[in-house]
């Protein structure tokens, strides 16, 4: 484990591995390298890539900054590329896809190629009021220091059932979630005020893109892939088949690769 200072004196935790050019992996809400997909897929994209996963702020080994703002997780991004020597690929998932193509759009030129799988956004009218709602009552719940809460919120939100969460606080992982419960205002902050497809915003993503979405997902993450895909002038859309939101590693690898070797 490596850190690098980002531009507000944050410490970001990374690990590099591999030779060839440069990838940075962003991860989604409740993941860093101790948690989450990153470290199976860096394994499988270290034979063609330098792989770069690091703990988002506030998580894992990486340390925080107040106040915060999402130009800071992009200066974060931009941290680890010049650490990469200037320029990087760059792959999101969920929450981490909106961040990577909120940070492709600002770092210009610093980001050669973006793929995203699953950025959760959701058009639906009755969603965005949802999304509302969930940003609202996570913002009390953490005025409030109440990180456990915080964290119950986001996993009734992605879909468990109210009477399992008594028992998943019981679970050994769930210190690890509540520490990171306040970065999931981080997460909400990215995907915008009412988690709406942004597509004006994603028009001005100058960089070949590859949008994906599972074909066994939630019907909402295809019809957000294919709003992306027409929205980014020079994005392809792929559609992975019987992949959920939980998206293998074994059939996520080769995917990028093809993608960000091709010419």
């Not at 994005?235 to 990028?256: C, D, F, I, N, S």
Request: hydrophobic share 45%; glycine share 10%.
């Amino acid at each position: 484990m490596t850190k690098v200072q980002s531009a507000d004196g944050t410490g970001i935790a990374y690990d590099q591995v591999g030779s060839g050019p440069a990838v940075i992996l962003v991860d989604g809400a409740m993941c860093y390298r101790a948690l989450g997909p990153m470290r199976p897929l860096s394994t499988l994209l270290v034979p063609h890539f330098t792989v770069f996963a690091y703990d988002r702020r506030g998580r894992g080994e990486s340390t925080d900054t107040q106040p915060f703002a999402v130009e800071r997780e992009i200066e974060d991004i931009e941290a680890l590329i010049d650490e990469a020597g200037g320029s990087a690929f760059v792959y999101g998932i969920s929450s981490g896809a909106a961040l990577a193509l909120e940070a492709t759009i600002k770092l210009d030129g610093k980001v050669k190629k973006l793929a995203l799988y699953e950025a959760a956004y959701n058009d639906d009218a009755a969603a965005g009021q949802g999304w509302r709602t969930y940003r609202k009552q996570l913002a009390e719940v953490l005025a409030e220091g109440r990180k456990g809460d915080a964290v119950g919120l986001f996993l009734m939100r992605v879909g468990m059932p109210a009477e399992q969460l008594e028992g998943m606080r019981q679970q050994p992982m769930w210190p690890m979630f509540e520490a990171i419960g306040p970065t999931l205002a981080y997460d909400a902050a990215a995907l915008g005020e009412d988690g709406s497809v942004p597509t004006a915003k994603a028009a001005c993503v100058a960089v070949p893109t590859l949008v994906m979405d599972g074909s066994a997902s939630f019907p909402f993450m295809h019809a957000t892939a294919v709003a992306l895909a027409k929205a980014i002038p020079n994005a392809k859309h792929r559609v992975l088949q019987g992949q959920t939101h939980e998206v293998q590693a074994e059939v996520l690898a080769p995917v990028l690769v093809e993608f960000f070797n091709r010419s």
